[in-house]
């Protein structure tokens, strides 16, 4: 089979299973970056807390999700998450094992990972936020949600923008080790198409090249958008 059938999107062709597998890789991260940035958020503000225990159990999720590699974690999701939802439809009266969407596992495990991650980027950008700022707006007697919309998130944002980046990027990586499960995402795609036509040089070229792409588009649209906040963070001081 010519190479440029093999890639095309014709009845023989694999062009089209790659992309889709492109399009879950994006969707799966996406995912794992939104649940991350909500862990993230929580556990950086419970290590920023001034009660110790709050701080030890902040401490004790970013040791062990930054600490334990990647596909174990994978795993005991995937496996321990079926068990768990096996077992509470065996209290509601169903039989045998209830297996879990790879998507939803995939999604929870990297984002799990992805918020040990965020959370020491938070952390950093809250810490980064000027002490004299907020000691001037409690002096005026600004209210506590007011000055964390009006000073304290925009700063955190702005700092942990290029951060949160690099997170993207892990995770984007992360995302390849869901192929494990059985979820069709670029790396899976490119297994599959190998194997079926035992090209596995070449398809697994075009699956690094397509994670490259990405990774480039990434890196643009982050840049773009340290970019546009810088700005607006000018003009706001300007005004001031």
Known sequence: MALFEMLGFGTDGWGGLLLLGAFMTVVLTLAALAIGAVFGALVAAAKLSRFRTVRVIG????????????????????FGGSTLVSSIGQWFGADGFIGVPPFV?????????SGAYQTEVYR???????????????????????????????????????????????SLKDSALISVTGLVELLRASQ????????????FVVGGALYLA????????????ETIVGRSFKRNFARN
Not at 61 to 77: C, D, K, M
């Open 59 to 78: 401490d004790f999720y970013t040791t062990v999700f930054r600490g334990v590699p990647e596909l174990l974690v994978i795993y005991l999701f995937y």
């Open 124 to 170: 950093a950008a809250v810490l980064a936020v000027s002490r004299g700022e907020l000691e001037a707006a409690r002096a005026i007697g600004m209210p506590t949600l007011t000055m964390a919309r009006r000073i304290l998130i925009p700063q955190v944002l702005r700092f942990a923008l290029p951060g949160i980046g690099n997170v993207w990027q892990l």
């Open 192 to 203: 599959v198409a190998a194997g079926s036509t035992h090209q596995y040089f070449l398809f």
């Open 105 to 113: 596992i995939g999604a929870f495990a990297v984002g799990m990972i």
């Open 214 to 225: 990405m990774t480039g588009v990434s890196n643009r649209v982050f840049g773009r958008a």
